[in-house]
Protein backbone atom coordinates (compact mmCIF):
# COMPACT_ATOMS: atom_id res chain seq x y z
CA UNK A 1 0.00 0.00 0.00
CA UNK A 2 1.07 3.34 -0.97
CA UNK A 3 -0.05 6.92 -1.11
CA UNK A 4 -1.66 6.47 -4.32
CA UNK A 5 -3.69 4.13 -3.16
CA UNK A 6 -5.41 6.36 -0.22
CA UNK A 7 -5.50 8.99 -2.82
CA UNK A 8 -7.24 6.79 -5.39
CA UNK A 9 -9.89 5.52 -2.57
CA UNK A 10 -10.99 8.80 -1.06
CA UNK A 11 -11.13 9.66 -5.01
CA UNK A 12 -13.45 6.83 -6.06
CA UNK A 13 -16.95 8.41 -5.04
CA UNK A 14 -16.32 11.44 -6.56
CA UNK A 15 -14.96 9.72 -9.90
CA UNK A 16 -16.72 10.85 -13.45
CA UNK A 17 -17.97 7.36 -14.31
CA UNK A 18 -19.71 7.15 -10.81
CA UNK A 19 -23.16 7.32 -10.97
CA UNK A 20 -24.99 10.16 -8.65
CA UNK A 21 -27.87 7.09 -8.69
CA UNK A 22 -25.61 4.64 -6.49
CA UNK A 23 -24.68 7.63 -4.44
CA UNK A 24 -28.18 8.51 -3.20
CA UNK A 25 -28.98 4.64 -2.55
CA UNK A 26 -25.90 4.26 -1.08
CA UNK A 27 -27.12 7.52 1.45
CA UNK A 28 -30.69 5.73 2.00
CA UNK A 29 -28.80 2.57 2.00
CA UNK A 30 -27.16 4.37 5.36
CA UNK A 31 -30.06 6.01 6.86
CA UNK A 32 -32.25 2.70 6.55
CA UNK A 33 -29.28 0.66 8.40
CA UNK A 34 -30.28 2.59 11.25
CA UNK A 35 -34.16 1.29 11.76
CA UNK A 36 -33.63 -1.94 9.73
CA UNK A 37 -31.29 -4.56 10.69
CA UNK A 38 -31.64 -5.78 6.63
CA UNK A 39 -30.58 -2.70 5.17
CA UNK A 40 -27.46 -3.21 7.35
CA UNK A 41 -26.85 -6.70 6.06
CA UNK A 42 -26.75 -5.01 2.82
CA UNK A 43 -24.65 -2.32 3.58
CA UNK A 44 -22.21 -5.32 4.73
CA UNK A 45 -22.55 -7.02 1.28
CA UNK A 46 -21.82 -3.72 -0.41
CA UNK A 47 -18.52 -3.25 1.52
CA UNK A 48 -17.78 -6.64 0.13
CA UNK A 49 -18.44 -5.35 -3.36
CA UNK A 50 -16.22 -1.83 -2.87
CA UNK A 51 -13.52 -4.45 -1.43
CA UNK A 52 -13.43 -6.82 -4.42
CA UNK A 53 -13.71 -3.20 -6.98
CA UNK A 54 -10.73 -1.83 -5.21
CA UNK A 55 -8.75 -4.96 -5.48
CA UNK A 56 -9.63 -4.35 -9.46
CA UNK A 57 -9.11 -1.26 -9.13
CA UNK A 58 -12.16 0.37 -10.19
CA UNK A 59 -12.89 3.62 -11.63
CA UNK A 60 -16.12 4.06 -10.51
CA UNK A 61 -18.67 2.87 -7.64
CA UNK A 62 -20.26 -0.52 -7.93
CA UNK A 63 -23.63 -0.86 -8.19
CA UNK A 64 -26.66 -1.84 -6.10
CA UNK A 65 -27.79 -4.38 -8.14
CA UNK A 66 -28.18 -8.47 -7.59
CA UNK A 67 -29.39 -7.57 -3.93
CA UNK A 68 -29.99 -10.83 -3.45
CA UNK A 69 -25.95 -12.38 -4.16
CA UNK A 70 -25.40 -8.60 -1.52
CA UNK A 71 -27.75 -10.09 1.05
CA UNK A 72 -25.75 -13.65 0.77
CA UNK A 73 -22.39 -11.67 1.15
CA UNK A 74 -23.86 -9.31 3.53
CA UNK A 75 -24.95 -11.91 6.01
CA UNK A 76 -21.89 -14.15 5.44
CA UNK A 77 -19.99 -10.82 6.59
CA UNK A 78 -22.00 -9.97 9.19
CA UNK A 79 -21.91 -13.13 10.85
CA UNK A 80 -18.01 -13.39 11.34
CA UNK A 81 -17.54 -9.70 12.55
CA UNK A 82 -19.99 -10.54 15.34
CA UNK A 83 -18.51 -13.75 16.13
CA UNK A 84 -14.87 -12.25 15.61
CA UNK A 85 -16.08 -9.73 18.55
CA UNK A 86 -18.23 -12.64 20.96
CA UNK A 87 -14.82 -13.19 22.82
CA UNK A 88 -13.99 -9.98 23.94
CA UNK A 89 -17.77 -9.28 24.89
CA UNK A 90 -18.12 -12.58 26.91
CA UNK A 91 -13.99 -11.30 28.66
CA UNK A 92 -15.66 -7.57 29.43
CA UNK A 93 -19.47 -9.43 30.71
CA UNK A 94 -17.38 -12.19 33.34
CA UNK A 95 -15.60 -8.89 34.15
CA UNK A 96 -18.61 -6.64 34.53
CA UNK A 97 -21.57 -9.35 35.71
CA UNK A 98 -24.52 -7.72 35.50
CA UNK A 99 -23.85 -3.96 33.74
CA UNK A 100 -25.09 -4.83 30.35
CA UNK A 101 -21.34 -4.45 28.56
CA UNK A 102 -20.23 -3.21 25.45
CA UNK A 103 -17.26 -2.26 23.61
CA UNK A 104 -17.36 1.02 23.92
CA UNK A 105 -17.29 0.21 27.70
CA UNK A 106 -13.78 -1.33 27.08
CA UNK A 107 -12.45 2.43 26.77
CA UNK A 108 -12.68 2.46 30.75
CA UNK A 109 -9.38 -0.05 30.89
CA UNK A 110 -7.29 2.75 29.96
CA UNK A 111 -8.24 4.78 32.87
CA UNK A 112 -7.81 3.25 36.35
CA UNK A 113 -9.26 6.43 38.18
CA UNK A 114 -12.57 5.34 36.40
CA UNK A 115 -12.45 1.58 37.48
CA UNK A 116 -11.53 2.47 41.45
CA UNK A 117 -14.87 4.75 40.82
CA UNK A 118 -16.84 1.88 39.45
CA UNK A 119 -15.38 -0.52 42.63
CA UNK A 120 -13.52 -3.03 40.17
CA UNK A 121 -11.41 -5.40 41.72
CA UNK A 122 -7.95 -6.35 40.15
CA UNK A 123 -9.10 -9.33 38.72
CA UNK A 124 -11.92 -7.23 36.86
CA UNK A 125 -9.20 -4.63 35.90
CA UNK A 126 -7.31 -7.54 34.48
CA UNK A 127 -10.71 -8.90 32.95
CA UNK A 128 -11.29 -5.64 30.97
CA UNK A 129 -7.66 -5.46 29.55
CA UNK A 130 -8.21 -9.07 28.10
CA UNK A 131 -11.66 -7.62 26.69
CA UNK A 132 -9.75 -4.55 24.94
CA UNK A 133 -6.88 -7.18 23.57
CA UNK A 134 -9.62 -9.01 22.23
CA UNK A 135 -11.68 -6.33 20.96
CA UNK A 136 -8.65 -5.10 19.14
CA UNK A 137 -7.81 -8.83 17.93
CA UNK A 138 -11.41 -8.85 16.81
CA UNK A 139 -10.95 -5.55 14.95
CA UNK A 140 -7.82 -6.55 12.75
CA UNK A 141 -9.16 -9.89 11.98
CA UNK A 142 -12.03 -8.47 10.96
CA UNK A 143 -10.68 -6.58 8.44
CA UNK A 144 -8.61 -9.35 7.50
CA UNK A 145 -11.61 -11.53 7.16
CA UNK A 146 -13.35 -9.16 5.27
CA UNK A 147 -10.60 -9.22 2.25
CA UNK A 148 -10.60 -13.07 2.51
CA UNK A 149 -14.57 -13.18 2.03
CA UNK A 150 -14.29 -10.91 -0.78
CA UNK A 151 -11.86 -12.47 -2.29
CA UNK A 152 -12.73 -16.71 -2.16
CA UNK A 153 -16.41 -16.06 -1.83
CA UNK A 154 -16.86 -18.48 0.96
CA UNK A 155 -16.07 -19.26 4.55
CA UNK A 156 -14.90 -22.39 3.86
CA UNK A 157 -12.72 -21.25 0.64
CA UNK A 158 -11.48 -18.03 3.09
CA UNK A 159 -10.09 -19.49 6.07
CA UNK A 160 -6.68 -20.33 4.67
CA UNK A 161 -6.25 -16.69 3.06
CA UNK A 162 -7.66 -15.63 6.62
CA UNK A 163 -4.32 -17.46 8.02
CA UNK A 164 -2.23 -15.93 5.50
CA UNK A 165 -3.00 -12.22 5.62
CA UNK A 166 -3.09 -12.29 9.43
CA UNK A 167 0.30 -12.95 9.69
CA UNK A 168 1.09 -10.99 6.71
CA UNK A 169 3.07 -7.87 8.24
CA UNK A 170 2.23 -5.69 5.63
CA UNK A 171 -1.31 -6.02 6.08
CA UNK A 172 -0.83 -4.15 9.61
CA UNK A 173 0.02 -1.55 7.78
CA UNK A 174 -3.31 -1.38 5.51
CA UNK A 175 -5.26 -2.00 8.78
CA UNK A 176 -3.82 1.09 10.62
CA UNK A 177 -4.60 3.18 7.94
CA UNK A 178 -7.96 1.66 7.44
CA UNK A 179 -8.25 2.13 11.39
CA UNK A 180 -7.18 6.03 11.04
CA UNK A 181 -9.78 6.54 8.40
CA UNK A 182 -12.71 4.88 10.75
CA UNK A 183 -11.41 6.98 13.44
CA UNK A 184 -11.72 10.51 11.41
CA UNK A 185 -15.07 9.51 9.72
CA UNK A 186 -16.61 8.79 13.54
CA UNK A 187 -15.34 12.56 14.18
CA UNK A 188 -16.75 13.84 11.13
CA UNK A 189 -19.88 11.91 11.12
CA UNK A 190 -20.73 13.21 14.86
CA UNK A 191 -20.09 16.50 14.09
CA UNK A 192 -22.44 16.24 11.19
CA UNK A 193 -25.42 14.82 13.56
CA UNK A 194 -25.01 18.03 15.51
CA UNK A 195 -26.00 20.57 12.42
CA UNK A 196 -29.52 21.37 13.06
CA UNK A 197 -32.40 19.41 10.88
CA UNK A 198 -30.11 18.45 7.91
CA UNK A 199 -27.54 16.83 10.50
CA UNK A 200 -28.79 13.44 10.22
CA UNK A 201 -28.74 13.41 6.00
CA UNK A 202 -25.00 15.18 6.44
CA UNK A 203 -23.69 12.33 8.92
CA UNK A 204 -25.38 9.74 6.81
CA UNK A 205 -23.90 10.66 3.27
CA UNK A 206 -20.31 11.02 5.57
CA UNK A 207 -21.23 7.52 6.92
CA UNK A 208 -20.95 5.94 3.42
CA UNK A 209 -18.58 7.98 1.80
CA UNK A 210 -16.06 6.99 4.32
CA UNK A 211 -17.39 3.30 4.23
CA UNK A 212 -16.65 3.53 0.25
CA UNK A 213 -12.83 4.83 1.05
CA UNK A 214 -12.39 2.74 4.22
CA UNK A 215 -13.70 -0.48 1.91
CA UNK A 216 -11.34 0.60 -1.49
CA UNK A 217 -8.32 1.32 0.63
CA UNK A 218 -8.51 -2.24 2.23
CA UNK A 219 -9.10 -4.00 -1.28
CA UNK A 220 -6.45 -1.46 -2.87
CA UNK A 221 -3.95 -2.11 -0.23
CA UNK A 222 -3.97 -5.54 0.83
CA UNK A 223 -1.00 -7.72 -0.43
CA UNK A 224 -2.33 -9.92 -3.38
CA UNK A 225 -0.45 -13.82 -3.10
CA UNK A 226 0.52 -13.92 1.07
CA UNK A 227 0.54 -17.79 0.88
CA UNK A 228 3.47 -18.01 -1.46
CA UNK A 229 5.41 -16.03 0.73
CA UNK A 230 5.61 -13.53 -2.11
CA UNK A 231 3.93 -10.20 -2.18
CA UNK A 232 2.49 -9.92 -5.79
CA UNK A 233 1.42 -6.33 -6.16
CA UNK A 234 0.20 -4.49 -8.51
CA UNK A 235 3.03 -2.42 -9.90
CA UNK A 236 5.09 -6.00 -9.95
CA UNK A 237 2.19 -7.37 -12.15
CA UNK A 238 1.82 -4.15 -14.04
CA UNK A 239 5.79 -4.38 -15.12
CA UNK A 240 5.86 -8.03 -16.13
CA UNK A 241 2.65 -7.28 -18.92
CA UNK A 242 4.80 -4.15 -20.31
CA UNK A 243 8.44 -6.30 -20.31
CA UNK A 244 5.90 -9.11 -21.80
CA UNK A 245 4.35 -6.68 -24.72
CA UNK A 246 8.19 -5.36 -24.64
CA UNK A 247 9.34 -9.05 -25.78
CA UNK A 248 6.53 -9.84 -28.13
CA UNK A 249 7.30 -6.57 -29.68
CA UNK A 250 10.91 -7.17 -30.53
CA UNK A 251 10.05 -10.76 -31.84
CA UNK A 252 7.45 -9.17 -34.44
Not at 120 to 126: C, I, K, V
Not at 149 to 166: F, Q
Amino acid sequence: MDVSDLEAAFALPLAEDTSLDTAVIGVLSTLASVATPLAGILLAGYVVRLVRAGDREAAALPSFDDLAGMAVDGARLSGTLVALQLPALALAAAALPGSGPSIAMLSYATHPEMLGLLGLTALDTAGLVAAGLASLAGSYLSLVATVALAREGSLAASVPAVRDLAFDRSFVRVASAVALVVFVARLLVFLCASVPVAGTVLAATASFLFLVVSATLLGRGAPDAPSLGVEVTRESRAGDANSGSAESMESA
